[in-house]
């Protein structure tokens, strides 16, 4: 089922003025309409189990096996590597314990080496080892949200089995050296892994080059369906798998395949390929320009959390001083602006990030900042009234905050 260009809008079309202003999509982008005519038509006409031998389950293995070689090659992974898992969360879990399990079954080791800025998919992750008896450590990272080789150095000793640190942070938007951190891994005979859930689709990661062992990705982070992801495994790493079934995924992770979601999933990752170069030019220059928006409402008093140089084109971890981000994010919500003030997965949370935290920010200059994370639907219109908003909103709490 081929995927063909068609002269659709975005479903996020959403950067009008009158309309919403979708500015989170770390937490999830709008599914792609080519992505979306796929996944129905997959539903009504490609409903058959790939894992039947008749026509119907024959001509979804073709799909299935088709989605695999797309979210592959942007991986730059042999296909026969990569194994569908239904999103990042399960992905991170089946990595980590998976690993670590193999690990210990056969005497090689009990240790996991991570940080302190991870999902929480890793960090509940590392909650569980603990409690299963393995040794973890949590490196800290630097004012910039970096994890030093050095620090991953020091800390692998002779049992250490694994060490993970995501591609780019979800909050901060920080591209960690994922290269460098492989290698000084791979100098004492330890596996690395990366969460590459926000920078797949969007910051080139050829598995090859990178010598990553394990990849986490996820669909609905690159305007595919949500449900889906895959975890990719270098051939050879040895790994437990964690539920048991009808041996689907060469065993890895059985049970029927969400065929609707993985085509979709597939369909994204090719036409991410083709657009990442466009996305990160358009995207990049007007998150900018948005910053500089923002600044001259603000009357320039506005602080960008982590890196500024060295983070994903699209993100702005913003501060603002004497403003209650939650306050903040609820009068944007009213003006049909959508952001966010940390982790769409602990957004209930009324405790302020740990990833601001571990950057050395105090609690209450975490509490007073959010997040801004654009996409494809965004324009300069929709950012020009977004700062609008912010600056009027933010000028209005700190006035208050005087009284």
């Known amino acids: ?3 063909k260009e068609k002269k659709r809008p975005a479903v996020d079309a959403g950067a009008r003025v009158g309309g919403p202003v979708y500015l989170d999509h770390s937490a999830t982008t709008p599914v792609d309409p080519e992505v979306a005519d796929l996944v129905h ?6 409903w058959g ?3 039947s031998k008749y026509k119907p389950g024959n001509a979804a293995k ?3 096996e088709r989605s695999r070689e797309r979210v592959a090659n942007l991986l730059g992974a042999p296909k ?3 194994f569908f898992t239904s999103g990042g969360t399960e992905s991170d879990n089946l990595a980590i314990f998976g690993v ?4 210990r079954d056969a005497g090689r080791g009990d240790h996991f080496i991570t940080d302190a800025i991870e999902h929480s998919a890793v960090l509940h992750t590392v909650d569980a080892l603990r409690e299963d008896g393995f040794r973890v450590t949590v490196l800290p990272v630097t004012a910039g949200g970096f994890v030093e080789p050095d620090a991953l150095r020091d800390a692998i000793d002779d049992r250490t089995v694994l060490a993970s640190v995501m591609h780019v942070n979800n909050e901060i938007g920080t591209i960690e050296p994922i290269r460098e951190l492989a290698a000084v891994a791979h100098e004492r005979g330890v596996l690395f ?9 969007k910051e080139a990661l050829d598995v090859r080059e990178s010598e990553v062992d394990l990849v986490s990705v996820s669909s609905h982070k690159i305007y595919g369906p949500k449900g889906v992801g895959a975890l990719y495994i270098r051939h050879g790493v040895e790994i437990r798998p964690r539920q048991f079934g009808g041996g689907q995924e060469r065993g890895i992770r059985t049970g029927t395949e969400n065929m609707p979601g993985i085509a979709g999933f597939g369909a994204a990752a090719e036409l991410c390929g083709e657009r990442m170069d466009a996305d990160r030019e358009r995207i ?3 998150c900018d320009r948005f910053l500089g928006w923002i600044r001259d409402e603000c009357g320039g008093d506005v602080l960008v959390n982590g890196s500024r140089e060295n983070r994903i084109y699209l993100n702005l971890n913003l501060r603002f001083p004497d403003v209650e981000g939650e306050s903040l994010l609820l009068a944007l919500d009213l003006d049909g602006i959508a952001v966010s003030t940390g982790s769409a997965c602990s957004s209930g949370s009324t405790e302020p990030s740990h990833v601001l935290l571990a950057l050395g920010l105090s609690e209450q200059e975490a509490h007073s900042s959010i997040r801004l994370t654009l996409g494809r639907g965004n324009d300069e219109v929709g950012l020009r009234y977004a700062a609008e908003c912010i600056g009027r909103h933010v000028r209005r709490l700190r006035e208050m905050a005087a009284w």
């Open 100 to 103: 670590m399990e193999a690990a």
């Open 62 to 64: 073709i799909v299935l």
């Open 193 to 201: 892994h990366t969460d590459a859930v926000q920078s797949f689709g």
């Open 49 to 51: 189990n790939p894992s």
């Open 284 to 286: 990049g220059a007007l």
């Open 80 to 82: 026969e590597d990569v």
């Open 1 to 3: 089922m081929p995927v």
């Open 41 to 46: 038509r997959v539903m009504l006409e490609g």
